[in-house]
């Protein structure tokens, strides 16, 4: 195994590694800082792709590659355009504000739902579960 740098940034809190196959890249948050990165695996390049005034505890890829953050505020898309750029949209997909706690990594599952892990800020042991599906509102499958 070969371990590898992929930069020389700071990261306050990085999470939430995702593959996009197509952009032979790894792309990650810095939760606190509300930035999305990406790393080509092929060129060697770090890239902070993404920056907004929200934490962000997770991010997905939907269908056509575009992002959808769950941020401290609910869940925005970052569209993709042409120049393969990210865009944030103006307006929440889901508005699920948080208070004292945040999203902590998330996935979709085959039906194309988000289900995603929020944590409290300190670090306690309260938590849940919560499924996002297109058209019906969240809802929480487990709580601590």
């Known amino acids: 195994m070969v371990i590898e740098s992929v930069g020389k940034n700071t990261f306050e809190l990085a999470e939430n590694p995702l593959w996009l196959d197509s952009e032979n890249s790894f792309f990650w948050v810095d939760i606190e800082k ?7 695996l092929q060129k060697k390049v770090t890239e902070c792709i993404l920056s907004t005034q929200y934490r962000i505890g997770a991010f997905v890829f ?38 004292n706690e945040r999203f902590n990594d998330a996935i979709c599952d085959i039906k194309g739902r988000i289900i995603a892990g929020i944590k409290s800020d300190d670090n306690s042991d309260k938590g849940r579960v919560v499924v996002f599906e297109e058209g019906k509102t969240p809802r929480i499958i487990i709580t601590t």
């Open 34 to 40: 509300g930035t999305l990165y990406k790393y080509n």
């Open 62 to 99: 939907d269908e056509s590659e575009n992002i959808i953050l769950l941020t401290e505020k609910g869940l925005i898309k970052a569209y993709r355009n042409d120049n393969k750029k990210y865009i944030l949209d103006k307006e929440f997909l889901i508005n699920y504000p948080l208070i």
